[in-house]
C-alpha cells in the first residue's frame, strides 16, 4: 500500500500527504533538520508511511442504509474492537483475582466486581471516542500534548504497566500448558511456547481484519463456555450470587477481604487498554467530516463495548461463584481429603502444604484452582479449567502485545517497520516473564513435581519428535510473519522467497517497499 493510496480517499477527514508535506500540516518528506523544528499539533499528521498491526492494509466499511434509528447490519459493521478490549478483562490476572475473591470472600465482594466493569465501561466509552472524533489513538495524543520528557516518562510508565500485565498473562498461559500436558512441559518452556504462539497470532492479521476478530471471538467463546461449565458442575446458590453482585455490602470483612476488594478493582481497571481501544476504533473507515458519522460511531461503539463487558463479567462471575462455593473457609487438609482417591493426590500434597496444626485456609491460584476442581469434580473439570486458562492467556497476550506496539509508535513517533515494532516491543514483556518463570514460579511448579514422572523412553521420544516439529512449524510462521511485514532481508533471500513466500506475495511486498515514503 503506498502513503498516497492510504490518504488520498480521504475518507477519515485526513487530508492526503503531499510531495511538499507543509500544506496540511504533513512532516513525513520535510528534511529532517526542518521536522525537528515543527511542534506537533493536533493537526499534524505522523507516520504517514508506518503500517499499524490490526488494519494495516484495510478498514471496515459501514454500510449506508435509508432506515432511520438503529440498524444490526451497522452493529455488525462496528462490532471487533470492544470484543479485543474486553480480552483484558479476562486475562489469566483477573481469572486469578476472581478465584481469590471467591476463596477469600466468598460472594461478598461480587458488586466490587460489578461497578468496577461499569466503571471500566465509562472509561473504555471516553478512549473510544477519543479514537473516533479525532482519528488519533490515546498514545499519539499524548505526543501531540506533552513535551518530550513528561511524554517519556508516561510511556514507560505504561510500558511497565503491559509487562506486569503481560507476566500475569504469560504465567498463566505456561500454567494451562503445564496442566494440559499433564506436567510435561515446565513453565519455562510453557512461556516460550507462548512467546512464539503469540507471534503466529499476529500474523494472522494479513489474513484480514475480520479473520482476527473471529478468531478472538473464538477465544472468548471458549472462555464462556469451559468457566460456563465449571459453574453448571458446582451448582453455587443462586439466591447468594444475586446479593453478592446487588447488595454494595461487605459483612464481618476484615482487612484479608478489603485488600482482595481493591485487588479486584486494579485487576480490571488497566490503564493500557484505554490506549489499545482508543486505536482499535480507527479500524473502521468513518468519515469524520460528517459530525452525523461521528455520532452514529460513538453511539454504536458503545453498545458493542456494552455487550463486549457484559460477556466479560459474567465470565468472571462464572469464576468467583465457583470458588466461593468450594473454597471459601476451606483448609489445605480439606481439600487433600478430598483428593485421596484422586489420580492428582500427589501434585495436591505438594500444592497444599499446611504449617499450621491442620488450620492453614487455602491460598488459591491458577494451579491450585486447577487441581481442586480436579479432586472435586474430576479429572475432566481440571482439564476444562486449563482450556479455559489458555484460551484467555493466548487471547490477552496477543492484545497486550497490540497495545504494547500502540503505546510505542504513538509515544516514540516510530518508523520502523511493523515486524520490528513487534518484535521490540514483546521482548520488553517477555524477557522478565521468562525470567521469572525460569527462576522463580519454575522452582515450585516443576522440581518437585515434573522429577516425578515417570515417563518411557519411547514416549519421551514421541513427545520430543513432536515437540521439535511444533516449534519448527511455529518458527517457520514466525519468518513468514516478519517477511511480511517488510523485513528487507528476508524478502530479498532467495531461500525465504522459494520456500517461505509464494511468488505473488514476494513480489507484490517488493513493490510495497518500493513506494513507501522513507
Known amino acids: 500500500m503506498s502513503v498516497n493510496k492510504a ?27 526542518l521536522q525537528r523544528q ?29 432506515r432511520v434509528g438503529f440498524s444490526w447490519h451497522k452493529l455488525w459493521a462496528f462490532t471487533g474492537p470492544g470484543f479485543l478490549m474486553s480480552i483484558a478483562y479476562l486475562d489469566p490476572g483477573n481469572i486469578e483475582s476472581d478465584l ?25 466509552r471516553l478512549a473510544a471516542r477519543l479514537g473516533v472524533v479525532t482519528g488519533l489513538h490515546l498514545a499519539e495524543m499524548c505526543y501531540r500534548q506533552y513535551k518530550k520528557l513528561p511524554r517519556l516518562i508516561l510511556w514507560v510508565m505504561i510500558e511497565i504497566a503491559i509487562i506486569g ?65 465449571e459453574y453448571i458442575v458446582s451448582a453455587p446458590d443462586q439466591m447468594e450470587v444475586i446479593k453478592g453482585m446487588f447488595i454494595p455490602w461487605c459483612k464481618d470483612c476484615n482487612s484479608r477481604v478489603l485488600l482482595q476488594a481493591v485487588g479486584v478493582v486494579g485487576a480490571v481497571i488497566m490503564p493500557h487498554n484505554l490506549y489499545l481501544h482508543s486505536a482499535l476504533v480507527k479500524s473502521r473507515d468513518i468519515d469524520r467530516r460528517q459530525s452525523a458519522k461521528v455520532r452514529e460511531a460513538n453511539y454504536y461503539f458503545f453498545i458493542e463495548a456494552s455487550v463486549a463487558l457484559f460477556v466479560s463479567f459474567i465470565i468472571n462471575l462464572f469464576v468467583v461463584a465457583v470458588f466461593a462455593h468450594g473454597m471459601y473457609g476451606q483448609t489445605n487438609n480439606d481439600v487433600l481429603e478430598v483428593c485421596q482417591n484422586r489420580s492428582m493426590y500427589e501434585d495436591a500434597k505438594n500444592s497444599f502444604v499446611d504449617n499450621n496444626n491442620g488450620n492453614d485456609l487455602i491460598d488459591a491460584d491458577l494451579y ?40 510505542m509508535e504513538g509515544f516514540l513517533n516510530l518508523q520502523w517497520p511493523r515486524w520490528r515494532r513487534v518484535l521490540f516491543t514483546r521482548l520488553i514483556a517477555i524477557v522478565p516473564t521468562f525470567l521469572l518463570a525460569f527462576f522463580r514460579v519454575n522452582l515450585y511448579f516443576v522440581i518437585n513435581q515434573v522429577e516425578a514422572l515417570n515417563v518411557t523412553g519411547v514416549i519421551l521420544a514421541v513427545v520430543c519428535v513432536f515437540a521439535i516439529l511444533y516449534l519448527l512449524f511455529n518458527l517457520y510462521l514466525v519468518i513468514h510473519m516478519a517477511a511480511c511485514m517488510g523485513n528487507r532481508f528476508l524478502t530479498n533471500s532467495q ?17 510495497a517497499n518500493s513506494t513507501y515514503v522513507r
Open 7 to 33: 490518504y488520498s480517499a480521504d475518507q477519515n477527514g485526513e487530508a492526503p500527504t503531499t510531495s511538499a508535506g507543509t500544506s496540511n500540516g504533513s512532516t513525513t518528506n520535510l528534511p529532517a533538520h
Open 165 to 229: 500485565s503481560d507476566m500475569q498473562e504469560v504465567i498463566g498461559t505456561a500454567i494451562a500448558i503445564y496442566l494440559l500436558s499433564n506436567k510435561f512441559v515446565p513453565l519455562w518452556l510453557g512461556t516460550l511456547i507462548t512467546i512464539v504462539d503469540t507471534f503466529t497470532f499476529l500474523f494472522l492479521d494479513k489474513y484480514g481484519l475480520r479473520k482476527l476478530e473471529f478468531l478472538f471471538g473464538v477465544l472468548i467463546t471458549i472462555m464462556a463456555v469451559t468457566f460456563g461449565y
Open 368 to 407: 491450585k484452582g486447577g487441581l481442586f476442581l480436579g479432586c472435586t469434580f474430576g479429572a475432566a473439570a481440571m482439564f476444562i479449567w486449563g482450556i479455559g486458562i489458555l484460551a484467555a492467556g493466548q487471547s490477552s497476550t496477543m492484545t497486550g502485545t497490540y497495545a504494547g506496539q500502540f503505546s
Open 100 to 124: 481469590q475473591s471467591g476463596a477469600i470472600a466468598k460472594y461478598k465482594i461480587l458488586w466490587v466486581l460489578l461497578w468496577a466493569t461499569i466503571l471500566g465501561l465509562l472509561m473504555q
Open 495 to 511: 531461500l525465504i522467497q522459494k520456500y517461505v513466500l509464494p511468488s505473488q506475495n514476494s513480489f507484490s511486498i517488493k513493490n
Open 38 to 66: 515543527i511542534v506537533a499539533t493536533e493537526q499534524t499528521h505522523l507516520k504517514a508511511s508506518t503500517k499499524q498491526a490490526y488494519f494495516a492494509d484495510e478498514k471496515i466499511t459501514i454500510p449506508q442504509t435509508d
